[in-house]
Nanobody, 115 residues
Framework: QVQLVESGGGLVQPGASLRLSCAASGSLFSISAMAWYRQGPGKQRELVAR???????NYADSVKGRFTISRDNAKNTVYLQMNSLKPEDTAVYYCNQDRMGVSSWGQGTQVTVSS
């Protein structure tokens, strides 16, 4: 059973930065694709960023140039560096692991961007 634990969310002002972390338990992290999704108020969950086992990345158009996803296989952890945050980035951010076709989710961490 995989457990994903997110951390790093909070309340920040527009233009600020945050770094989210997601620590995964279990094996096979290094061969898993990892992703961050988010769900804003009244919105559907959407893909924010994804990183493959080969470290290939892709991003939602709305965050390109501002967010960076990375992974540390030695720590079984994936990160999301978020810069130049905007009010529209306000959402619950979820970590996702795709491990050999099996998808697992974290409990989510709240990010609120407000002045």
């Amino acid at each position: 059973q995989v457990q994903l634990v997110e951390s790093g969310g909070g309340l920040v002002q527009p233009g600020a930065s945050l770094r989210l972390s997601c620590a995964a338990s279990g094996s096979l992290f290094s061969i898993s694709a990892m992703a961050w999704y988010r769900q804003g108020p009244g919105k559907q969950r959407e893909l924010v960023a994804r990183i493959t086992s080969g470290r290939r990345t892709n991003y939602a158009d709305s965050v390109k140039g501002r967010f960076t996803i990375s992974r540390d296989n030695a720590k079984n952890t994936v990160y999301l560096q978020m810069n130049s945050l905007k009010p529209e980035d306000t959402a619950v951010y979820y970590c996702n692991q795709d491990r050999m076709g099996v998808s697992s989710w974290g409990q989510g961490t709240q990010v609120t961007v407000s002045s």
